[in-house]
């Protein structure tokens, strides 16, 4: 038998037929490699989208110190103009040293937790006995990105507080960076001060995450499987920019997914959502969480003395019913790059890493 490598097939007996070339195993990350693949990832999205995750901060919580009327003269332009006047160009980079020392380990943590909860769903004879059912698959990223979600949440989440703090400072400074705001919360507030809001923060992430790891992995697939010769990278920053609207956005049948990528129709398409009553699922849980971090801070009254459902008609009656979509526009506009970036930067750290090792 006589085997043109080259061209894949092989003649034997005069008959042309097709080989299939050797599967090649994917190369395993050690632990190291995958958490600062995970971590780069992470620092490296957030910092590209911090000028736009300040402002929703500040959209989200303005809604807890300001009157109804001042509220209604808010954009993102003005929003923006004031603090390129008052604080200068760099403010919008304001709290990001604590964004990387937070995205660091969360992101390591959230790649990593997925990879390993997914191995550990695989082993469920239930889920063991369907391993090429497609619903199967979905179970096991739905399950794995959910759980890896509230597992990084869980183990950073002194610092996503304290980020939140530093962010949402404007003219007066009471935090001077993250040491002396961990140790004036520690101080002021007690230990269990580092870990407000983080009931109704697990909420979010969950699903969020779940969301976001199972359409990332199903559209990567597929595309793969259709164009198998497009670069990786497009596929990861395209399927991982998708699967941010997909993670923050109510299914909606009359829209398609790429169309949220045009401000135009992405601006009417929340602004119709909120007169109908459906809208992103996951943005009012997000805007509550921050305003609880906010609880207390800089020695300021308690605002809401309720729970999670109490906060919910409070802000629903002081400030209607947009309050609790405050800053969903910056919020789209960030997702959208900066998840891609994540994965894109995610996925190519593995290769390049899996490639050094070899």
Request: hydrophobic share 40%.
């Amino acid at each position: 038998m006589q085997t043109e490598a080259r061209v894949g097939v092989a003649v034997e007996g005069g008959v042309r037929k097709l080989v299939q070339p050797p599967q090649q195993k994917p190369q395993q990350l050690g632990t190291v490699s995958q958490l600062l693949a995970g971590g780069v990832a992470g620092a490296l999205a957030k910092t590209c989208t911090a000028p736009l995750a300040r402002l929703t901060i500040l959209f989200q919580v303005q809604g807890m110190h300001s009157n109804v009327a001042t509220l209604r003269k808010l954009s993102i332009w003005s929003e923006a103009s004031r603090i390129i006047h008052e604080e200068g160009f760099r403010a919008f980079w304001k709290g990001n040293l604590v964004t990387i020392a937070h995205r660091l380990p969360y992101s390591s943590v959230n790649f990593y937790a997925y990879e390993h909860y997914k191995k550990l769903l695989k082993t469920i004879p239930v889920l063991q006995s369907h391993t090429d059912n497609v619903s199967a698959d979905l179970c096991i990223q739905f399950v794995g990105g959910g759980l890896a979600g509230i597992t990084a949440s869980a183990s950073t989440y002194p610092l996503d507080l304290v980020r939140t703090r530093l962010a949402a400072q404007t003219n007066t400074t009471y935090y001077s960076g993250i040491f002396n705001a961990l140790q004036t919360i520690s101080k002021e507030e007690g230990i269990f001060g580092l870990y407000k809001g983080l009931g109704t923060t697990l909420l979010t992430v969950g699903p969020s995450i779940a969301i976001s790891f199972t359409v990332y992995e199903s559209m990567r697939s597929y595309w793969q499987s259709n164009r198998p010769n497009d670069s990786a990278a497009v596929v990861s920053l395209a399927c991982g920019s998708l699967s941010g609207i997909a993670s923050s956005t109510v299914k909606n049948p009359s829209l398609k997914t790429i169309e949220l990528l045009n401000p135009r129709i992405l601006k009417e398409l929340i602004q119709r959502e909120f007169g109908a009553g459906t809208a992103p699922t996951t943005f009012p849980l997000d805007l509550v969480r921050r305003r609880k971090q906010l609880e207390g801070a800089g020695g300021r009254a308690r605002v809401y003395t309720m729970g999670l459902f109490g906060m919910f008609r409070h802000i629903i009656r002081t400030e209607g019913l947009r309050g609790l979509y405050r800053g969903i526009l910056p919020e789209y506009y960030k997702v959208v790059p900066g998840v891609g970036i994540c994965f894109m930067t995610y996925d190519t750290l593995k290769k390049l890493l899996a490639d050094i090792s070899a």
